[in-house]
Nanobody, 127 residues
Framework: QVQLVESGGGLVQAGDSLRLSCAAS????????MGWFRQAAGKERELVAS????????NYGDSVKGRFTISRDNAKNTAYLEMNSLKAEDTAVYYC????????????????????WGQGTQVTVSS
């Protein structure tokens, strides 16, 4: 089992920046791929960004490319999502996810491929 706890959400204005953190605990000795997803009211959960176990490969949703950056610190069992130039349409509940990595260098992008989920953190961007 892997437990995930997100932090860093809040209310910001359009154009501001915010950094989310996801602390993992439990059976993290075995490599896990991690990702950030978001779900806006009335919409399906969508990929924001994912990162391989090694941290060397990343993947981003089209709407956040160039504005968001995912990273991880395996020594701290923590993943981060740096969000810049926030827009009102970025408003959503952001979820951290993790799953056992088959390959250390491959990020996982499918929402149904993730086994473990955090409780979510609200990000609200006012225009």
């Amino acid at each position: 089992q892997v437990q995930l706890v997100e932090s860093g959400g809040g209310l910001v204005q359009a154009g501001d920046s915010l950094r989310l953190s996801c602390a993992a605990s439990g059976r993290t000795s075995r490599g896990v791929a991690m990702g950030w997803f978001r779900q806006a009211a009335g919409k399906e959960r969508e990929l924001v960004a994912s990162i391989s176990w090694s941290g060397g490969s990343t993947n981003y949703g089209d709407s956040v490319k160039g504005r968001f950056t995912i990273s991880r610190d395996n020594a701290k069992n923590t993943a981060y999502l740096e969000m810049n130039s926030l827009k009102a349409e970025d408003t959503a509940v952001y979820y951290c996810a993790a799953t056992a990595a088959l390959y250390i260098g491959v990020p996982i992008i499918r929402v149904d491929a993730y086994k473990y989920w955090g409780q979510g953190t609200q990000v609200t961007v006012s225009s």
